[in-house]
């Protein structure tokens, strides 16, 4: 018997990430062979076509110019107010939904999904997400002691499937007092899928139908990670107005992160943004998500809050951000395009991909398919019902011949969809 002296609840917790180990082996490997003989898709980071991580350089020039009080100073708990400013206003651009808007800092968008849990649902309840989501959700909920339920994000036609969340979430409304929906859309990792406009109308009407007349209450949280590469500024942007005047049982949460957008991802930088039509909902947002702050990890980053705001007040500087993020986005949707070209000439399937950082290729022994794969030195990552591969990561070099040389594994394995 092994001893334990964990309390029953945190017992057997254990968490080996296939990402991370993904990358550890190629970066091993390529430290032996050289970079050009390795494909390393598992980055989910923006890499250049000389396999260099990519700093915006208005954000390099931002950090430069930090006074040492910018680097060192405690920040307030709910975050800077120049800064909560600046995330609202770079969140939405053009399309500020109606209603009481506030924020809260956090540590990257995953201090989001955690508050959310945290503070938004009971004990032993489900939060729904679909199928193909961000792993760590369900270990955020598992941690916290609430279930992870998933409805099918694609039917038969690889639309949307409306049907299934709606019977999901119909459910979920009978059992629970709170009802989250962590929604990655758009660019979902892993799938680069999203929402269409439509499909938002269709979602946002049930919701007020299913909670109309009753004592129950939708917390809806659009995780919006890689929103700053997933189109064209204003236009990916527009479903950002949908969220105005709900009914105040129907709270938005954005996940919102500097990570993606800033290229951040190491200084665990987010901020939760509470859209409601109800001033007393507004003010409990932050009264409790601020607390939780100071009870998890005290309070934020404040260079990275400090170099958000240096761009963010300069119009110049805001201008040279779009170009960068105009231009990286480019080139992932170059190299994701290139990808979906040549695997519809070699047959092998993907899930529809719109825009953002991966492409999944669905099937079953995705295990067997990535150790095989890594006798040629090609890494992706293994998931439950498929494999993703990061283009943000992978040249367009060593993204020709890719489809093929995956196609040729799985027919050689006898892999089924």
Known sequence: MVMSVAAPQARG????????????????????????????????????????????????????????????????????????????????????PDGYIRACATSGGSGVIHHVIHNYSEIGDEILTSDWHWGAYGSMCIDNGRKLREFELLNKDRKFNFEDFKAHV?????????????????????????LSGEDWDKVLAFLQEI???????????????????SGEKSECRRFFKKFGNLPANILVIVAYTLSKGFTMYGQRMGAMIGVTSDADVAEEFVAINQY????TWSNSNSAAMKAMIHICEDPEKIKQLDA??????????????????????????????????????????????????????????????????????????????????????????????
């Open 13 to 96: 917790k254990y968490s080996e990430d296939k990402i991370f180990g993904a990358n550890n082996r190629a970066n091993a490997l390529a430290d032996k062979l050289g970079v050009d003989r390795v494909i390393n898709g598992t980055v989910g980071s923006i890499l250049d076509e000389d396999g260099n991580l990519v700093m915006l350089d208005v954000v390099r020039q931002a950090f430069k110019e930090l006074l040492p009080k910018d680097i060192i100073s405690y920040a307030p708990i709910q975050g800077y107010p120049e800064y909560l400013d600046a995330v609202i206003d770079q969140c939405f651009g053009a399309s500020r």
């Open 292 to 295: 939780s702050n100071r009870a």
């Open 170 to 194: 119909t459910d979920l409304v009978a059992k629970q007092l709170n009802t989250v929906i962590l929604m990655n859309s758009p660019a979902n990792n892993p799938t680069g899928f999203a």
């Open 211 to 229: 909670v109309t007349n009753k004592e129950k209450n939708i917390i809806l949280v659009p995780d919006v990670a890689y929103l700053d590469y």
């Open 324 to 417: 960068e993020r105009a231009n990286y986005f480019a080139l992932i949707k170059e190299r994701a395009e290139l990808f979906m070209q040549e695997a519809d000439a070699c047959g092998l399937v993907y899930l529809p991909y719109l825009s953002g950082f991966f492409i999944t290729i669905p099937l079953l022994g995705s295990q067997t398919v990535c150790d095989e794969l890594e006798k040629e030195n090609i890494f992706l990552v293994p998931l439950g019902k498929g494999l993703r591969l990061a283009v943000c990561s992978v040249s367009k070099k060593k993204i020709h011949g890719l489809a093929v040389k995956i196609k040729t594994v799985t027919d050689k394995l006898g892999i089924d969809r």
